[in-house]
């Protein structure tokens, strides 16, 4: 059976930021995952990860200005120095929580942009070896428009061409199954297809990005295909509850004995 870890960015809203960490325990969760810490001290999430017997996960690389807009800093021109930046930033946090993978966002760039495809290249590659010194997987997750209009990793078959021309072991794709049927579908083949360069998997229904189980896929065929896939990872919960959190976590049940 998958094991699942909570999204503490999506999940418990019921709660502010660092009481999240107690209800996904309450709630049986073992792992959690979330955007961004850097509001708190690293200190404080670790208190709350250690408290909870919780670990966690994933989480990503600092994303610039995100009340502006920005969705990354990689791809973007004249913010090499402040990409440079995120990365010792995120590397720091990482040693204190202890979390095995991180995610690079891109930023907003236009996919036929050669000097932007160029930088985000360049990044990628000091952020793999940074987070390769450190013992940890970089991950890139292609995000679809609608969710985020103008974000330059936009496609699969994108995202595995970087990670093969880059050729790190560390460097690997985040596989969200909700973005995934957004841009490509044919979802069981790709994740048959992208297996063996997935680092880290997310779920949520399509297209209401809401819980497993309440939209157009088979949900529970997919996470069976994991487990017989050989994924070993945890996939992240990385939806809008419909309802209450707690309450809405019913769709775990229909896991049993699969
Ligand atoms: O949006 C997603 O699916 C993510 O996982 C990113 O980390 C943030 O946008
Ligand atoms: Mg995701």
């Known amino acids: ?52 017997g919780l670990s966690v996960v994933l989480f990503n690389l600092p994303p610039g200005d995100w009340s502006k807009g920005e969705r990354g800093l990689a791809a973007l021109e004249g913010r090499q120095a402040e990409f440079r930046a995120s990365v010792e930033t995120a590397l720091s946090y990482a040693r204190i929580l202890g979390v095995p993978r991180l995610h690079m966002m891109a930023g907003i760039a236009e996919r036929t942009d050669v000097a932007a495809a160029a930088r985000y290249r360049e990044a990628l590659a000091h952020a793999a070896d940074a987070a390769g010194e450190n013992g940890l997987d970089l991950l890139i997750e292609p995000l679809n428009p609608r969710d985020m209009s103008g974000y330059f990793l936009n496609d699969f078959d994108q995202a595995a061409e970087l990670i093969a021309a880059l050729d790190r072991p560390n460097l690997k794709l985040q596989f969200d199954i909700y973005h995934r049927q957004i841009l490509h579908g044919d979802m069981l083949k790709g994740l048959e297809r992208l297996m063996p360069i997935t680092g880290h998997i997310q779920t949520a229904s399509v297209p209401g990005r809401n819980e497993p ?46």
């Open 1 to 52: 059976m998958p094991r699942f870890a909570a999204n503490l960015t999506m999940m418990f809203n019921e709660h502010a930021f660092l009481d999240r960490f107690e209800a996904a325990a309450n709630a049986g969760f073992d792992a959690v995952e979330f955007l961004f810490p850097y509001d708190f001290p690293a200190e404080a999430i670790g208190e709350k990860l250690s408290a909870n």
């Open 213 to 258: 189980g309440t939209g157009e896929l088979d949900d529970f065929r997919i996470f069976a295909a994991l487990d017989e896939l050989g994924y070993a990872g945890h996939i992240g919960c990385e939806y809008r509850p419909l309802c209450d959190t707690v309450a809405g976590l019913g769709w775990r049940e229909r896991l049993q004995g699969s």
